[in-house]
């Protein structure tokens, strides 16, 4: 289940810094329609199995992958051929 986080900020890329700021070691997923403005983004959050922190971001999806590439995460398709999403990993420093 789904819980979205209601960001203070008012530009994307601030948007995207407060919602990593939270878990900036978690695991991130994201995906959006082809050439969509906004791009969904959720977190599994830790010690809490099936539940996720999600929010709509105004990114378009290839914006949202170079955003979490400046953030220190590795962004990939899943191993999975019929999922469609993103999913980024932090890179160690």
Known sequence: MAKFFKPKSKSPESTLDEFISTAPSARYTFDSAPD????EICRAVENEQQRRDCIMIQMQSKRLFEAMQDHGFFC???MQPNKT???CTKLPN
């Not at 969509?36 to 791009?39: K, N, R, W, Y």
């Open 76 to 78: 990939a398709l899943p």
């Open 36 to 39: 969509a403005p906004e791009s």
């Open 85 to 87: 999403y993103m999913e």
